[in-house]
Every structure is written in structure tokens, then in C-alpha cells.
């Protein structure tokens, strides 16, 4: 199993550029998440999914949007990037409620 | 509000000494616990868990201690090699996620260099 992927590795966007940062899971978890982690910091929950077509609010959701057509892809929509979303961004997966969260290596952004 | 937070932003130690990496957290409901060790670059790789009825685990040269009485959390590591050198992190289940591991809170996270 490759585990949890994520594309692109690093990335740098103009202030008001969209993208989506992709996350892939070849382990059939029915969780999936996305955290962001600035500098000299804990991840902080962007978002998060417990199945196909079910998505919800972390702490602090505002500035993206998820979506989840299959039970393996997760991705994260930036719509209007801001300087303030310059950070690394970790997918997670888990089986399910009371597992282990199985984490991507991440995605470096950097807006300017 | 509620947080996850550590006593000591690095800790320096020779290889082969134990190390013991400190996390305090302030919700008493909080019933999961887990370590995770992230590597410069890479992603947060899980170490030990615990739960709320348990007061210490054990695993391949770690331990993890759960006091329950202070809400404080430790992570051991045994005989540490440089390969240890990470960042540690603490996270925990907050109190309105009705026990699943779904929500994590994570701690600022310890960095450890061990030096040979």
C-alpha cells in the first residue's frame, strides 16, 4: 500500500489564485482529514470527512472547501489564496472512530 | 478555552540516555490520547496511544503515562538513538467528539536531538 499521497509536494500561488491541493488513500479508510501547520506549531483541523458525501467544519475551515466523491480522494480547494494560508497542509485517513490517523507528507504553499 | 499544551519546547540528550518528553492537557473529558513523531519534512508518524482507563502503555522502547489527577501525559523513550530526533507530539480527543478519535487537538509539539 502507498498509504496516504498528496500532490503537489510544494507550491507557490499569487494572492487571489485558486488551486486544490489533491490527497489519496489507497487504504479504504472511511476518515479522511485535512490540517494545516504553521511554523513552530501544532496542526490545527481544516476539515474533515467520516465517508463518501459527508464532509464537515474543523477549527478552522474558513478561506477552504472539500469535497468527497469516493471513499479514496479528499481534496482541498483554495479559492482565493491569502498570505495568511501560507502553510504546510497534512491529509489524514483513519478505518474509522477510536484508530490511529495515518498522515500524508504534506503540502508546502507559500502565497505571495 | 480547552487546549493541549507542552511543557518544553526542545530537549537536548545523549544517545543512549532515556528521554522523557512532557504534555499537559486541560480538558478533563478528554479520553484519547496519543503520540506522534514528525521528522523534518515529512508527516506525523504515530508512536503510542492511550485511553482515559489506562495509566501507562508500553511499546517498542516507549511508554506512555496517563495522570489523570494533573491531566498530564509523558512520553519515554528508552536507550534514545538519533534516529529519535523529531518533533513529538501530544493530541488528544476533545470533549464533544463522543469518544471517537475523529478530532484531534494537537500540542505545539517537543523537538528532541539526541546527540551521539
Known amino acids: 500500500n502507498a498509504g496516504v499521497t498528496q500532490t503537489p509536494k510544494f507550491r507557490i500561488l499569487k494572492i487571489g489564485q485558486s488551486m486544490t491541493l489533491q490527497c489519496t488513500q489507497d487504504?479504504?479508510?472511511?476518515?479522511m482529514y485535512w490540517y494545516r501547520q504553521d511554523p513552530g506549531m501544532g496542526l490545527k483541523l481544516i476539515y474533515y470527512?467520516?465517508?463518501?458525501?459527508?464532509?464537515d467544519k474543523g477549527e478552522v475551515p474558513n478561506g477552504y472547501n472539500v469535497s468527497r466523491s469516493t471513499t479514496e480522494d479528499f481534496p482541498l480547494r483554495l479559492e482565493l489564496a491569502a498570505p495568511s494560508q501560507t502553510s504546510v497542509y497534512f491529509c489524514?485517513?483513519?478505518f474509522g472512530t477510536g484508530s490511529t490517523q495515518y498522515f500524508g507528507p504534506g503540502t508546502r504553499l507559500l502565497v505571495l | 478555552g480547552e487546549s493541549v499544551g507542552l511543557h518544553l519546547p526542545t530537549l537536548s540528550v545523549q544517545e543512549g540516555d532515556n528521554s522523557i518528553i512532557n504534555c499537559a492537557y486541560s480538558?478533563?473529558?478528554?479520553?484519547?490520547f496519543i503520540w506522534y513523531k514528525q521528522e523534518s519534512g515529512k508527516g506525523p508518524q504515530f508512536i503510542i496511544d492511550?485511553?482515559?482507563?489506562?495509566d501507562k502503555r508500553q511499546g517498542q522502547r516507549v511508554t506512555v503515562l496517563l495522570n489523570k489527577t494533573v491531566k498530564h501525559l509523558s512520553l519515554q523513550i528508552a536507550a534514545t538513538q538519533p534516529g529519535d530526533s523529531a518533533v513529538y507530539f501530544c493530541?488528544?480527543?476533545?470533549?464533544?467528539?463522543?469518544?471517537?478519535?475523529?478530532?484531534?487537538?494537537f500540542g505545539k509539539g517537543t523537538l528532541l536531538t539526541v546527540n551521539p
Open positions: 489524514a485517513s483513519s
Open positions: 487504504m479504504n479508510h472511511n476518515y
Open positions: 470527512s467520516v465517508g463518501a458525501g459527508i464532509t
Open positions: 480538558n478533563s473529558a478528554s479520553d484519547y
Open positions: 492511550i485511553r482515559s482507563n489506562m
Open positions: 493530541a488528544e480527543t476533545p470533549r464533544d467528539s463522543g469518544g471517537s478519535n475523529y478530532k484531534l487537538t
